[in-house]
């Protein structure tokens, strides 16, 4: 008897022991290739009752969605973390990755990341007038 997935159905022992056959259980989350877990975004999704009727691929797609964006952004976070010489992503560094780009500052536009304080920006009134090499040697 083949269940969802082509897979065959065996009755289980009902926590009485071990399964006798050798069927291996694969999440769905490996059949889809993802880190994140499907079922447990698909449970989420109709506990949540966005729709009375959720399609079968809906977690498997949410799932790749939102493991891109964690990728992206510890990506970008690992690197500030680098630039400023430390082996250990802090709040501090996920913010300015975020706000340093500018799709993700779009998409992370209303939130406050607590711990990451404010972006660096001098005004430029306030920074020192630069002269130049040349005028300072017609002046002699």
């Known amino acids: ?22 069927i291996k259980k694969v999440s769905r989350s490996t059949k889809a290739g993802l880190q994140f877990p499907v079922g447990r975004i698909g449970r989420f999704l109709k506990q949540g009752r966005y729709a009375q009727r959720l399609g079968t691929y809906s977690p ?4 790749a969605v939102l493991e891109y964006l964690a990728a992206e952004v510890l990506e970008l976070a690992g690197n500030a973390a680098r630039d400023n010489k430390k082996k250990r992503i802090k709040p501090r560094h996920i ?46």
Do not use: C
């Open 60 to 63: 498997v797609y949410l799932s």
């Open 1 to 22: 008897m083949a269940g969802k997935y082509g897979a065959k159905i065996v009755k289980g022992t009902g926590g009485r022991g071990k399964h006798k056959s050798g």
């Open 95 to 140: 913010q300015l990755a975020v706000r340093s780009d500018e799709e993700l500052n779009k998409l992370f536009g209303s939130v406050t990341i607590a711990n990451g304080g404010v972006m660096p920006y001098i005004h430029g009134a306030l920074l020192p007038m630069n002269t130049s090499k040349s005028e300072s040697n017609n002046g002699k």
